[in-house]
């Protein structure tokens, strides 16, 4: 506990001016709970009144700090799942009665609020994981601070030393989330990206514990051109991958590269994910996405029109950037809406966009403008960044 007492200072010095946003907005001091978890809300049905208890955080704080709050508090206590924190669509919807009810109909409500809430729900984490840590050392209640500190302390930003490490961390984390799925549906969905990601891949899945026979892999990007080609994606995950695993061809959804034309093919493609959307949830559950060093990710180029493309799940390019020209990808809608975003980006010359992205909110790029995003980097693709 001295050792956290006597950094106090750095984290002021050098950590605070980092995460408090700029600018005047949401920085009105009002009389704040700062503890805003769902078992503080009592709600009255006879009467349609909401009551709030246990005050003893309550002191003057930024409004936007204790929304940012309560929004980290929707991931829970005891088994905390922080991609329950909302979207910037349910924050919008949030804010929007809430504006309204103080009155503030003037108040613009869009993704810059919401950002800035992003950024103070970051302090409500440091705040609660330093509180815990204290709590782990004082309290006499039975609870696992040291856990709980762990949990509100971990970034989703995971940086390591070596590819070795950082498949490893990218598999573990994949099997957590596979065997915790394992109990809520019958079949699991698993997006891939190509490059890197497949020679990453290729190291842990083998030894993971999924259930194979349950799982379907998809693809978020595909190019159009034959499998037996050097640029198909389907087949060099097929070479190397997919041929080491207990699995059959009614576990992968595939484009048809043979079919005319690549409109044909996004088509043809669609209607095989649809069917996937027989349970209750029409979203994926994982995808893994990669980026390239102009910020691509999938088939998503950034200024691409492809971008503005909401309506369906699955589009085209005829134009791509990057050679070759046509291809098929899952559009950004789609893959925003995936229960589980995992970003696993390596390499030097990804690091400027790496930057921009984390710490500059760029939202240009179109992997930057994904929510609840998991980063995994290497060293060197996170060599840019000032604070993790």
């Known amino acids: 506990i001295s050792s956290i007492i006597s950094d106090i200072d750095t984290i002021e010095e050098v950590i605070l001016p980092k995460l408090v946003p700029n600018g005047e907005l949401g920085k009105d001091l009002v009389y704040c709970h700062n503890d805003l978890l769902v078992k503080n809300i009592i709600y009255d049905k006879k009467s349609e009144t909401?009551?709030?208890?246990?005050?003893?955080?309550?002191?003057?704080?930024?409004?936007?700090?204790?929304?940012?709050?309560?929004?980290?508090?929707?991931?829970?206590?005891?088994?905390?799942?922080?991609?329950?924190?909302?979207?910037?669509?349910?924050?919008?919807?949030?804010?929007?009665?809430?504006?309204?009810?103080?009155?503030?109909?003037?108040?613009?409500?869009?993704?810059?609020?919401?950002?800035?809430?992003?950024?103070?729900?970051?302090?409500?984490?440091?705040?609660?994981?330093?509180?815990?840590?204290?709590?782990?050392?004082?309290?006499?209640?039975?609870?696992?601070?040291?856990?709980?500190?762990?949990?509100?302390?971990?970034s989703n930003v995971n940086i390591c030393d070596d590819n070795k490490l950082l498949s490893e961390k990218?598999?573990?984390?994949?099997?957590?989330?596979?065997?915790?799925?394992?109990?809520?549906?019958?079949?699991?969905?698993?997006?891939?990206?190509?490059?890197?990601?497949?020679?990453?891949?290729?190291?842990?899945?083998?030894?993971?514990?999924?259930?194979?026979?349950?799982?379907?892999?998809?693809?978020?990007?595909?190019?159009?051109?034959?499998?037996?080609?050097?640029?198909?994606?389907?087949?060099?995950?097929?070479?190397k991958l997919f041929r080491q695993l207990p699995i059959t061809e009614k576990n992968i959804i595939k484009i048809d590269p043979t079919l005319k034309s690549v409109e044909e093919c996004a088509l043809d493609y669609q209607n095989k994910l649809q069917q996937l959307f027989i349970q209750p949830d029409n979203s994926f559950d994982i995808v893994l996405l990669g980026m390239g060093p102009d910020g691509h990710t999938a088939s998503l180029f950034p200024n691409h029109p492809v971008l503005n493309i909401n309506n369906g799940l699955v589009t085209y390019v005829k134009d791509s950037p990057k050679p070759p020209p046509e291809r098929v990808t899952l559009t950004l809608n789609t893959i925003n809406e995936a229960k589980y975003k995992i970003a696993v980006i390596t390499g030097e010359t990804k690091s400027t966009v790496v930057k921009q992205i984390i710490e500059d909110k760029n939202r240009t790029y179109p992997i930057g403008q994904l929510e609840n995003l998991i980063w995994y980097l290497d060293k060197a693709a996170a060599s840019k960044l000032e604070i993790i």
């Open 50 to 154: 909401i009551s709030f208890i246990d005050f003893e955080y309550t002191r003057l704080n930024y409004y936007l700090f204790d929304i940012a709050n309560h929004f980290v508090e929707y991931a829970g206590v005891d088994d905390a799942d922080f991609n329950l924190y909302p979207t910037h669509d349910e924050q919008k919807r949030w804010l929007k009665i809430y504006f309204d009810e103080r009155q503030m109909n003037k108040q613009i409500i869009n993704d810059d609020l919401c950002y800035i809430i992003d950024k103070f729900s970051a302090l409500a984490h440091l705040m609660w994981g330093l509180w815990a840590l204290v709590q782990s050392g004082l309290s006499q209640i039975d609870f696992d601070y040291l856990n709980y500190a762990k949990e509100m302390s971990s």
């Open 170 to 239: 990218v598999g573990y984390y994949l099997e957590e989330i596979v065997l915790k799925m394992m109990n809520e549906k019958q079949l699991i969905t698993i997006g891939l990206s190509g490059g890197s990601l497949i020679d990453l891949l290729v190291s842990i899945v083998p030894y993971l514990q999924f259930p194979w026979s349950r799982i379907r892999f998809f693809f978020l990007d595909e190019r159009f051109v034959p499998f037996t080609s050097d640029e198909s994606t389907y087949g060099n995950y097929q070479s």
